[in-house]
């Protein structure tokens, strides 16, 4: 049974850019917040454009033989097997590499090869050198608020993507994606997202990240399957945004104020 495209409301011309981007061969770089739907929006591109997705969520011990592959034990034969990167190199497809800024560096130098017009895939432990073929496409994204002096990408791999700026859509494009999602009322749903753009306005003061669209959308899922607003609120919208007592404190009166 064929799935459906995943849902995603467009807020600029970014579907178009990805296209071009996919029909042209060019790497695509997506930067924003956490939960702005950056890994939504590839996925629906994905499915639109009709090619198999492949994605990699991006962490501190990832390697490079993560992403190429390694020999493996099995059956008592030492087996190459393709990581993902590879596959989608081998048989088409899109790589997305999420929050690639937490890999480790010796990634970056694998993705080069791949983001120029060469468009190869040296794989050193098997003598191969792989050329994408034309269906084949890279996309990386971060989020440059975490951004440090020790995770970063380099000039010399940022200048090798086009690159799109994702941010939290406006309020009313914002209330209809939360609404489509949960099922909740829009009527309903348009206080949450009032709340949530009061609650980002404090990012950086008491908070490192606001609100996101994700968390949103759970809030407003746990009002739609019958939860108070005070009970969603506090679950969905103000304990994943922090541990501290005092801030849960701030949070909580603004939502007083929001809500009475």
């Known amino acids: 049974m064929a799935q459906s495209q995943p849902y995603y ?9 990805f296209e071009q981007a996919f029909k042209n061969k060019l790497p695509l770089l997506l930067k924003g917040p956490t939960g702005c739907g950056k890994t939504r929006f590839v996925s629906h591109m994905a499915h639109q454009i009709g090619v198999p997705l492949h994605t990699v969520s991006c962490h501190d011990d990832l390697s490079a033989s993560d992403l190429t592959g390694r020999y493996l034990l099995k059956g ?3 087996v190459w097997t393709d990581g993902p990167l590879t596959k989608a190199v081998r048989e088409g497809g ?3 590499l999420d929050e690639v800024v937490e890999a480790r560096k010796d990634v970056a130098v694998v993705l080069h090869p791949l983001t120029d017009d060469r ?16 269906d084949f496409m890279l996309v990386v994204s971060y989020n440059p608020g975490y951004q440090n ?7 010399s791999t940022r200048q090798r993507f086009i690159a799109a700026e ?23 749903t348009m206080g949450l997202v009032r709340l949530a753009r009061k609650l980002r306005d404090m990012k950086g003061q008491d908070l490192e990240e606001g609100v996101s669209t994700r968390l949103l959308v759970y809030c407003a899922t746990l009002i739609q399957a019958g939860l108070g607003y005070d009970e969603a609120i506090r679950h969905a919208m103000i304990e994943p945004l922090t541990d501290e007592y005092d801030v849960k404190q701030g949070l909580e009166e603004v939502v007083r104020v929001s809500f009475g």
């Open 9 to 17: 409301e467009p807020t600029a011309n970014e579907c178009l850019l």
């Open 76 to 78: 008592g034969d030492t």
């Open 94 to 96: 899109i790589c997305y």
């Open 119 to 134: 468009r190869l895939l040296p794989l050193e432990r098997t003598g191969e050198l792989l050329e994408a073929p034309d």
């Open 149 to 155: 002096m020790m995770k970063s990408l380099k000039p």
């Open 166 to 188: 994702f941010d939290f859509p406006d309020a009313q494009t914002e209330t209809r994606i939360v609404a489509t999602e949960s099922g909740l009322d829009p009527d309903r």
